[in-house]
């Protein structure tokens, strides 16, 4: 009797947990089928990323590699007066112009490495500084910020006037240091009205300063910023700020337009 009774104890017992396996099955297969829905298979990103060293990765345009400034010109035809250092730094040369490049950009990610000078001159914005002007026009500041007060939206990583960076991420004078820019163009209307502001977001020195802020016009040294309707691509430039305390340098810069 004690036999019988196992045994049919044993024959319930698979044949609920076969029930229950088959339920789970069809359950997991829906599941299954809802989640597949959701899989985007028809867009593949794809990109080499750079080695360690800092080398651009496979789908950017480079535009300083330490070798040659092709990729920029001077203002109004002026030949550029910026200089390659022995280790491949491109350093500004008091009154040298800016740099700008001949191609026009929009929406972009841009990485820049810069360096100040290792002998501090001057104080205050008159140290280190340079700028880096998104489409020619919205400058994310660079400036030599390590222990040099400074109005705060005209410090290293401000959008210049506009934006206090959250954090002050500077390195010491001397040291090489970058900004990861992630910029989103204005959008104008037919009649020149404005449709949507830039945005920018700026990591500095792979710390984040900017999160995906508002740029409310045109850098402005002295003015409120007003937008004017532009081209959706111009080219942007690296500040020559023109005086004696800014021997800025520049290695490794990259852009990936968006
Ligand atoms: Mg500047």
């Known amino acids: 009797m004690k036999k019988i009774i196992a045994s049919l104890l044993a024959l319930t017992c698979i044949t609920f947990t076969a029930h229950t396996q088959a339920k789970y099955k069809n359950y997991q297969d829906s599941i299954t089928a809802e989640a597949v829905k959701l ?7 794809a990109v080499i990323p750079g080695a360690f060293t800092n080398e651009a990765p496979s789908d950017a345009i480079v535009l300083y590699n330490g070798k040659d400034f092709s990729a920029f010109h001077g203002r109004d035809g002026k030949k550029i007066g910026w200089k390659i250092d022995p280790d491949g730094a491109l350093t500004d040369v008091k009154g040298a112009g800016d740099l700008i490049t001949n191609q026009s950009f929009g929406d972009c990610q ?7 000078p290792a002998i501090v001159k001057g104080e205050g914005q008159s140290r280190g500084n340079s700028g880096v002007y998104l489409m020619g026009l919205y400058e994310i500041q660079v400036l030599d910020s390590y222990k040099n007060p400074t109005y705060s939206n005209g410090q290293a990583a401000a959008v210049y006037k506009q934006h206090i960076p959250l954090v002050n991420a500077s390195r010491e004078p001397g040291q090489w240091q970058a900004y990861d ?22 990591l500095h020195n792979g710390v984040l300063v900017q999160n995906n802020v508002t740029i409310i016009g045109p850098t402005d040294w ?9 081209e959706a691509k111009l080219p942007l430039f ?7 305390g800014n021997p800025i340098s520049y290695r490794n810069i990259w852009i990936r337009p968006l």
């Open 39 to 45: 899989e985007v298979w028809t867009t593949v990103p």
């Open 110 to 116: 841009l990485h820049v490495e810069f360096r100040t």
């Open 238 to 244: 690296f500040q020559d700020h023109g005086d004696d």
């Open 181 to 202: 820019i992630l910029f989103k163009a204005p959008v104008f209307k037919e009649n020149g009205s404005l449709d949507k502001p830039a945005t920018v977001t700026v």
């Open 222 to 230: 002295v003015r409120k910023p007003v937008y004017k309707k532009h």
